[in-house]
């Protein structure tokens, strides 16, 4: 085997296995948040929608939402989110997409994420988020039905 072919292996073993050790045990909070109380570890989710990526929002444009704080890049970012929030905010709450599908929760890479019929999923890592999106809206499917279970 190649090394990169290695990595990659090494990599889904981990990412797997470290998800299955954040299984949740009882209901989480309906927005992750760090310690803090910070969701998407600090990441604009406006940006997603108008920029096309992943961007780290700033202190002085926050917001809160569902008892988070979320954080933009500009005053226009905050501003958008707070006329409509749901159009912006990750489903599931910021939790990992491939986790709620398979009725559990798990943090997030903000880095991993992709936009499915207007709507901002968020993944464990890129590798995980290469197999939620092999299936996509069986795993969509599957996490609207598991979410209402996994949060207070």
Not at 30 to 40: E, F, P
Not at 57 to 73: C, I, L, M, T, W
């Amino acid at each position: 085997m190649t090394q990169a072919i290695l990595l990659t292996l090494t990599s889904l073993v981990l990412g797997l296995g470290l998800m299955q050790g954040q299984t949740a045990k009882k209901p989480v909070a309906v927005v992750a948040k760090d310690g803090s109380g910070v969701a998407i570890r600090g990441y604009d989710p406006v940006a997603y929608f108008e920029m096309g990526k992943a961007m780290v929002g700033k202190p002085e444009h926050e917001a809160e939402y569902r008892g988070a704080k979320f954080r933009f890049v500009s005053a226009s970012h905050k501003q958008s989110f707070e006329a409509n929030p749901e159009k912006f905010a990750p489903q599931y709450g910021g939790y990992c997409a491939w986790a709620v599908g398979h009725n559990y929760t798990a943090p997030v890479d903000p880095e991993a994420w992709k936009i499915v019929d207007g709507k901002l999923y968020l993944n464990y890592n890129k590798d995980v988020q290469r197999m939620w999106s092999s299936k996509q809206a069986k795993w969509i499917t599957e996490g609207d039905k598991n979410w209402p279970g996994l949060h207070q």
